[in-house]
């Protein structure tokens, strides 16, 4: 049936009321909210969403459809990973008709695929206020009155959910890269094969450190970093063989913690494609991608680090590098699809390191 009633209750007791589009059933998670106007087709599938009740702010949602399932080098071309990642989805206003060249099925359709519930109808300004006034809140979807408790994602290992459960092998070529999977997205790994390396993706928490690998690169994922101890280890070890290091988002935080600096939850998060970022002694600003709701404390980076990015908007850490090893990382992300790809040339930087350490050998 269609238009089924349905609801949101966060955890403080309010209530939002909607009808429903997709799966029917009940979950919870942690309500956030992403202001992107595109690009629903990747967040859904982007497993830094996991265990995550997602908000979308721009209202209307839907009307271009969900892609077909081409592959390219074995992965999803027009997704972030194999499957939908989030646990409801929460807009304005539904397309019930929907048109591109590309679609291949409803919005509606693939929820209720992945049996992920979606409701549309609710005042997502109001309930993005909320949330920006208290913080990111737990919350519970409930259709036909069927309760379920509140769930708190942060308290479990959820790059162990998503990561691969064995070694894979993309690419053939020169450089060898050694990718830790804590939840990468897929445009992450499009984006190194387009730069000449043979890329081993390996679970989160696996040792690496025996591998033969010209560059190590750490992913994104969802969660709190510090639930990642074995990667953390793992890649203070890789700091000490001296081979060069870039992580993105998650990657980011485990480098500080890494290096032993530490982290905090952030009040609501950054989930968006239009969040200014300020290269660190330039006057060269970046509009970036972001989906992470943790950060790096920098008044806890060792001497030997620094802050390589910050947030315009509330001076948070974007990015931190070794001042004279080559080590670095962003927390936004340079691979962003649907975009903006301004900074799409830190993939660049990363290889150039490669190449000149393997010049040094």
Not at 121 to 141: C, H, N, P, S, Y
Not at 267 to 287: A, D, E
């Amino acid at each position: 049936m269609r238009n089924q009633d349905i609801k949101l209750v966060l955890e403080d007791g309010t209530e939002f009321r909607g009808k429903s589009f997709g799966f029917n059933k009940s979950v919870a998670g942690e309500v956030v909210f992403n202001t992107a106007m595109t690009g629903y087709p990747e967040n859904l599938s982007d497993p830094s969403y996991t265990g995550q009740i997602l908000v979308v702010t721009y209202p209307l949602v839907g009307n271009y459809g969900v892609p077909d399932e081409t592959r390219e080098h074995g992965l999803l071309k027009h997704f972030e990973s194999d499957k939908m990642r989030i646990s409801a989805l929460i807009i304005s206003d539904y397309s019930f008709s929907y048109s591109h060249w590309n679609s291949n099925k409803s919005l509606a359709t693939w929820l209720k695929e992945n049996k992920i519930p979606g409701i549309y109808g609710i005042d997502t300004r109001e309930l993005t206020k909320i949330i920006r006034e208290r913080g990111a809140m737990l919350g519970k979807v409930i259709f036909n009155d069927t309760e379920v408790d509140y769930y708190d994602p942060n308290n479990d290992n959820l790059t162990e959910l998503v990561s691969t459960k064995e070694k894979v092998t993309y690419g053939n070529g020169r450089y060898k890269i050694v990718l830790v999977d804590c939840g990468v997205k897929n445009n992450i790994i499009r984006c190194l094969l387009k730069r000449d390396v043979t890329i081993t993706r390996v679970p989160a928490g696996y040792d690496f450190t025996n591998e033969d690998y010209d560059g190590l690169f750490l992913s994104n994922g969802p969660g709190d970093p510090k639930m990642s101890e074995a990667t953390i280890a793992h890649v203070a070890k890789a700091f000490e063989i001296g081979k060069p290091v870039m992580g993105i988002c998650l990657g980011c935080q485990i480098m500080a913690l890494a290096s032993g600096a530490d982290t905090y939850k952030l009040k609501y998060g950054h989930r968006s494609h239009n969040q200014p970022v300020l290269q660190v002694g330039t006057n060269r600003c970046y509009i970036t991608s972001q989906n992470h709701g943790f950060a790096i404390d920098t008044k806890t980076l060792s001497s030997d680090w620094e802050p390589l990015f910050v947030n315009v908007n509330d001076n948070t850490c974007e990015g931190i590098r070794h001042k004279s090893k080559p080590f670095f990382a962003a927390q936004f992300h340079p691979e962003a699809s649907s975009g903006p790809t301004d900074t799409e040339y830190l993939f660049d930087d990363f290889m150039e390191l490669i190449v000149t350490a393997a010049k040094n050998k």
